[in-house]
């Protein structure tokens, strides 16, 4: 297993534009989390998914925001008409969780988002 | 508001000295994890701790986790320049299932 995988690694795009991330987990986690990395910040939750379940999504996150994961494997997270406090790195990570509570999570390399 | 306060949140020292990185929270976790991070990439695990008091060693690098798990600290032991990077610690706040972060401490090892 080559772990978590993001593409693209980095996208720019103009203001007003769509874009859409992907993100492959490690096969077997059940669990996928999208979080949202400002420079010299901590990663900033957005939303998570538990199968194909998206459970929570942060009340930060605007209606701009949409995340999927159709069959429980790879997610996408959309982003409807960019702005430029849009720029950040959007990370994903998995882990594989049994019951109640968390596990720890792996991360992907992140997709540097830069909208102009 | 900051579930996870880290501090010092930047911290610049001379190799050869020792360092201690503290992750504060009024909420108790049922696990903590510690991360590094380095520039353009994303955090990678270094430990995860899940037993109120619980030690684990990792080479220099010491974690413990509180007794009351509502805390962590990381201790690096003659530090050198190639500890040089972003540490964050992140948790699952007990009864919760999403994994929140701290806002990180900027390590920089001068040689």
């Known amino acids: 297993d080559t772990g978590v995988s993001q593409n693209p690694r980095h996208k720019i795009t103009k203001r007003g534009q769509n874009v859409t991330f992907r993100c492959d987990p490690i096969?077997?986690?059940?669990?996928l989390y999208w979080y949202r990395q400002t420079l010299g910040q901590g990663p900033e939750f957005l939303t998570y998914?538990?199968?194909?379940?998206?459970?929570?999504k942060s009340r930060l996150l605007s209606d701009r925001f949409s995340a999927e994961r159709p069959k429980g494997s790879f997610s996408t997270l959309e982003i409807q008409r960019t702005e430029q406090g849009d720029s950040a790195m959007y990370l994903c990570?998995?882990?594989?969780?049994?019951?109640?509570?968390?596990?720890?999570?792996?991360f992907g390399q992140g997709t540097r988002l830069t909208v102009v | 508001t900051q579930l996870l306060e880290q501090s010092p949140q930047f911290l610049s020292i001379q190799e050869g000295e020792n360092l201690t990185v503290y992750c504060n929270s009024s909420?108790?976790?049922?696990?903590l994890q510690w991360y590094r991070q380095e520039p353009g990439e994303g955090p990678v695990l270094l430990v995860t701790?899940?037993?109120?008091?619980e030690v684990k060693k990792l080479k220099r690098l010491t974690f413990q986790f509180g007794d009351a798990r509502k805390d962590s600290s990381l201790h690096i032991t003659a530090a050198q320049p190639g500890d040089t990077g972003l540490y964050l610690c992140?948790?699952?706040?007990?009864?919760?299932?999403?994994?929140?972060f701290g806002q990180g401490t900027r390590l920089t090892i001068n040689p």
């Open positions: 990570a998995s882990s594989l969780v049994a019951g109640q509570g968390g596990a720890e999570a792996f």
């Open positions: 096969s077997e986690h059940n669990r």
């Open positions: 998914f538990q199968n194909e379940a998206q459970l929570e």
């Open positions: 909420s108790v976790f049922s696990s």
């Open positions: 701790v899940v037993t109120g008091g």
């Open positions: 992140a948790g699952v706040i007990q009864g919760a299932q999403k994994l929140v």
